[in-house]
């Protein structure tokens, strides 16, 4: 039976990430993906990373194409009541961000796995967990039409949302804790110039909005829409109207239009599991956790995951310490939750929750008790740019 030391299932951001750093690190690894390598290197996710994010990328050495492609971002603005407050993350914090696309962050990351001849095995299906709560975990998957068997020292579930991993528990074995919004995100993408050389996260009557960006020839934008809408009634020209009619004046005029070349409607979840260890699995990024992209979160809390489980790894096998290995719940929980806290708290002051004028006046009260305090943007500024380890 084929036999390795961490069976990693899925190829998304976090399954990509523990790969080439526990390949760095002398550990051998397989990951098995659901999806063909083309649908997961197309797949359009948020873009903004954190500089600790950045770092581990550089530490992967999957850096050199980000730091030569990547915006650096010292701030964005908050749009609201007519008004625009600009956030200086880096007069408040020391710190910046960087904007460059999930997508382009797969890309590398398959590019340097490819390069190392690392073990990746896409189009798998019918993949199960087994044996993982004693000393030989296991791991079966069908691949072109034959089954096959796996065993491993440990199993790393990167599978996303939707995963198996996480379905393979008992109910009793872990404790969900959700929050699902009445709305969603209706975002697209077009090879157009930013509107602003920053993002703008807008507060408005009608819903909220975003003017992202993925370089400076091509835009990212979103529209808070209702969870039944469908994308056939959201024709190009209603999208932008709709964009600009959100958008402080100054914002909604620079918009430059052109045709959507990807258009699609995401729900918004807090989600969080307890624990993330199972015996020897493990669950890591959007398995363990979902934010809603309001702060843009979501990657860069399964790279903190990716860090802390690959630290671990690399000590028990270099020494044979299990204490890092016994603290990875704990250790991402206490960071997970203040990230879970951040976003649901952004989200809470930018989005329209219904039609009940005290919210919103409540809302435009915070937003303007920010630009009115140093200590309630640095606090927003710090959570933004991302918290310390500790
Ligand atoms: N077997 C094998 N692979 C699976 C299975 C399965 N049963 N179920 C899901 N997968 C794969 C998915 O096809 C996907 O490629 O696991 C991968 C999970 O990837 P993501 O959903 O991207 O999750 P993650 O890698 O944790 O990414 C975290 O990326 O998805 C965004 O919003 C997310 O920004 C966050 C970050
Ligand atoms: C994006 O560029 O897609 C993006 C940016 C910031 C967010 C969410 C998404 O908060």
Known sequence: MARTQVAIIGAGPSGLLLSQLLHLNGIDNVVLERQSREYVAGRIRAGVLEQCTVDLLIEARVGERLLRERLVHDGFSLGFDGRSLRVDLKGLTGDSVSVYGQTEVTKDLMEARAAAHGKLIYDCSQVAVEGFGGDHPQVRYSHDGKTQEMTCDFIAGCDGYHGVCRQSLDAGALRTFERVYPFGWLGILAEVPPAM????????????????????????????CDLDEKLEEWPDARFWDELRSRLPLAVAEAVVTGPSIEKSIAPLRSFVVEPLKFGRMFLVGDAAHIVPPTGAKGLNLAAAD????????????????????????????????????????????????????????????????????????????????????E
């Open 306 to 389: 990716v860090r802390v489980l690959n630290r671990a790894l690399a000590e028990h096998y270099r020494t044979g310490r299990r204490d890092l290995i016994d603290r990875y719940s704990e250790q991402c929980l206490r960071r997970i939750w203040k990230a879970e806290r951040f976003s649901w708290w952004f989200t809470s002051i930018m989005h329209k929750f219904s039609d009940d004028e005290f919210d919103q006046r409540i809302q435009l009260a915070e937003l303007d008790y920010l630009g009115g305090s140093q200590a309630a943007l640095t606090s927003l500024a710090e959570n933004y740019v991302g918290l310390p380890f």
């Open 197 to 224: 050389h920053e993002l703008v996260y807008s507060n408005h009557a009608r819903g909220f909005a975003l003017c992202s960006m993925r370089s400076m020839t091509r835009s990212r934008y979103y529209v808070q």
